[in-house]
């Protein structure tokens, strides 16, 4: 949209002009209302946001709000009209962040808009105004609750596994681990959030702790993936000897961010299977 111009004579006419440009050039909607609840000013990103050519189209009396739009919560609930944000604002109390369902009802139209405002009072403290601001967020909600579906549904695919699978944060976390890779950290606790490298060491002697620390951070930093398809270690924390086939690779977690996940299969069931049967044999 063009910038507002200001005529050379409103330069004179402090401070009005240079306000009328401020507001205008809001990309936030914003409506005044005095205390009758009729609506004495507006900017063009009111009607940009409630998807009218004009604010001169707006109803401006606050009563009559009700037969253009309704207003719910974010889980649904029926806003009555007098806890609209207008109103609220009308009988002095300021709103911070609001996030409601608004319809048009007239096209149906929805929207989640966050609303902030606030009583404008005159020198001996009595309101004159209620101030009321409101920005769409419809697509940042629903991307978050699109991000909210897939943390729940790799959450759910990695924690109900059968197999060995667990998942390293960004910042050398362990944050996940499936059912089927429970065993091999049982004797970690706390487990879920602990720094990776304290992990390991716990389970694993040196020098494979520090070697297979280095593996994790060399496929995070550059997303080159690795495989070692026979590992056979001593445990630290029981002696058992254990065999593993495992493969880390660099994944985008829920949080946005890369993370490594590693795949493993335990080798030593079989090796003990394959063992019996050479002993029967």
């Given at each position: 949209?063009?910038p507002h111009?200001i005529?050379?004579?409103?330069?004179?006419?402090?401070?009005?002009?240079?306000?009328?440009?401020?507001?205008?050039?809001?990309?936030?909607?914003?409506?005044?209302?005095?205390?009758?609840g009729?609506r004495?000013?507006?900017?063009p990103?009111?009607?940009?946001?409630?998807?009218?050519?004009?604010?001169?189209q707006?109803?401006?009396?606050?009563?009559?709000?009700?037969d253009?739009?309704s207003?719910?919560?974010?889980d649904?609930?029926?806003?009555?009209?007098d806890?609209?944000?207008?109103?609220?604002?009308?009988?002095?109390?300021?709103?911070?962040n609001?996030?409601?369902?608004?319809?048009?009802?007239?096209t149906?139209?929805?929207?989640i808009?966050?609303?902030?405002g606030q009583?404008a009072?005159?020198?001996?403290?009595s309101?004159?105004?209620?101030?009321?601001?409101?920005?769409?967020?419809?697509?940042?909600?629903?991307?978050?609750?699109?991000?909210?579906?897939?943390?729940?549904?790799?959450?759910?695919?990695?924690?109900?596994?059968?197999?060995?699978?667990?998942?390293?944060?960004a910042?050398?976390?362990?944050?996940?681990?499936s059912?089927?890779?429970?065993?091999v950290?049982?004797?970690v606790?706390?487990?879920?959030?602990r720094d990776?490298?304290?992990?390991?060491?716990?389970?694993?002697?040196?020098?494979?702790?520090?070697?297979?620390?280095?593996?994790f951070?060399?496929?995070?930093?550059?997303?080159?993936?690795?495989?070692a398809?026979?590992?056979?270690?001593?445990?630290?924390?029981?002696?058992?000897?254990?065999?593993?086939?495992?493969?880390?690779?660099r994944?985008?977690?829920?949080?946005?961010?890369?993370?490594?996940?590693?795949?493993?299969?335990?080798?030593?069931?079989?090796?003990?299977y394959?063992?019996a049967?050479?002993e029967?044999?």
């Open positions: 949209s063009m111009r005529a050379p004579r409103a330069i004179t006419e402090p401070p009005a002009a240079p306000l009328e440009a401020i507001y205008n050039a809001m990309r936030d909607a914003l409506a005044v209302f005095d205390m009758t009729r004495v000013l507006a900017n990103a009111l009607a940009r946001l409630w998807g009218y050519a004009d604010v001169s707006m109803e401006t009396e606050v009563r009559k709000f009700p253009i739009f207003l719910r919560t974010l649904g609930r029926e806003l009555p009209f806890e609209w944000p207008v109103n609220r604002i009308l009988r002095g109390e300021s709103i911070d609001e996030e409601l369902w608004v319809r048009r009802l007239d149906g139209r929805e929207w808009i966050s609303f902030r009583p009072r005159d020198e001996s403290d309101q004159i105004l209620a101030v009321i601001v409101g920005r769409d967020v419809t697509e940042q909600k629903r991307a978050e609750q699109a991000l909210r579906a897939s943390h729940d549904t790799f959450r759910h695919l990695v924690d109900g596994s059968p197999f060995g699978v667990y998942a390293v944060d910042d050398f976390r362990l944050v996940q681990v059912q089927g890779a429970q065993k950290f049982e004797n606790r706390p487990l879920i959030g990776f490298a304290e992990v390991l060491r716990i389970i694993w002697p040196e020098p494979f702790a520090t070697e297979a620390i280095a593996r951070r060399d496929t995070l930093a550059t997303g080159k993936p690795y495989h398809p026979a590992s056979t270690v001593r445990r630290a924390d029981t002696t058992d000897v254990e065999s593993y086939d495992w493969k880390i690779e994944v985008m977690l829920p949080d946005g961010r890369m993370g490594a996940v590693c795949h493993f299969y335990d080798l030593s069931e079989r090796q003990r394959e063992a049967l050479r029967a044999d």
